[in-house]
């Protein structure tokens, strides 16, 4: 009996398997793959390090912080929680829940903003490390210590973020103010950061830190707020194929506080 072999050594077809079959075998003659989206970009922790750092640093020998605690709590609140920058100038202070002995926690609450800011996915909640969180009480003292609580009837709920060298002074932080920030920063960090780096860069950074340390998909895309976890995996694919990330940084260290493992509060709609 003759015998003919298509595509794969091995795989048998009849001699005559084309005439007795109503339709023929389609099958692509060249295979054309994918294009892969190019990976998020993201800051190592070194470079998240010294973005804090040039924004306020912990003088010992004066025991105090020098410089602006308002941004260098902006930039570690994002690198930690994986908040959009949005979310963040969203936040009121009855949203921060510091911890008394137990963990410390932020809720992301959907309301409406003057600068139309919002939280795009609804409410969830994000547990936060004791750092940031004593990091925000020295940013309150300082807030308290400038008269912030004295302007408004209720301090708990004044927005976390607000102007302090420029009218109206307490008055919500306007997202084009971050930017001139994030402007004079590439300045002072050139050739420290990458060029190009926005508050965005924040979130990728997380999400990428959380995942090389082993932290479930499904726990990242809770944290972000994704609405799908087919989001999150669409979007952070590169993290499990390209092991080079791996060297990058010490991403395990960097995540060893931000308990992101107890996060198992449900979202809202998106």
């Not at 308002?70 to 609140?77: I, K, Q, T």
């Not at 990728?204 to 999150?232: C, E, I, K, N, W």
Request: glycine share 6%; charged share 30%.
């Amino acid at each position: 009996m003759h015998r003919i072999t298509h595509g794969r050594s091995g795989n048998y077809r009849p001699f005559l398997e084309h005439i007795a079959r109503r339709k023929g075998r389609r099958r692509t003659t060249i295979r054309v793959r994918q294009k892969r989206a190019a990976a998020p970009p993201t800051l190592t922790p070194r470079q998240i390090d010294r973005i804090c750092d040039a924004c306020a640093y912990w003088d010992d020998g004066a025991r105090e912080w020098r410089g602006s605690v308002r941004n260098r709590l902006l930039w570690a609140l994002l690198a930690e929680s994986g908040l959009r920058l949005g979310e963040a100038l969203g936040l009121q202070h009855r949203d921060w829940h510091t911890g008394r002995g137990d963990t410390p926690f932020i809720e992301v609450v959907a309301r409406e903003h003057q600068h139309e800011v919002r939280a795009k996915s609804g409410y969830r909640r994000l547990y936060v490390s004791d750092e940031v969180d004593r990091l925000y009480g020295e940013y309150v003292w300082q807030l308290c210590e400038a008269g912030a609580d004295l302007v408004t009837d209720d301090f708990d709920a004044s927005y976390v973020f607000v102007n302090l060298d420029r009218e109206p002074r307490f008055a919500p932080w306007k997202p084009d103010s971050v930017y001139d920030l994030v402007d004079r920063l590439r300045r002072e960090l050139d050739g420290q950061v990458p060029k190009g780096w926005t508050p965005h860069w924040f979130r990728h950074s997380h999400a990428t830190a959380l995942l090389l340390s082993g932290v479930p998909m499904h726990v990242v895309s809770r944290r972000l707020g994704h609405a799908d976890v087919q989001t999150t995996m669409s979007t952070y694919a590169h993290v499990t194929e390209d092991a080079e990330l791996r060297a990058v940084a010490d991403w395990a260290k960097l995540t060893a506080s931000w308990r992101a493992a107890l996060d198992t509060e449900p979202i809202g709609p998106c």
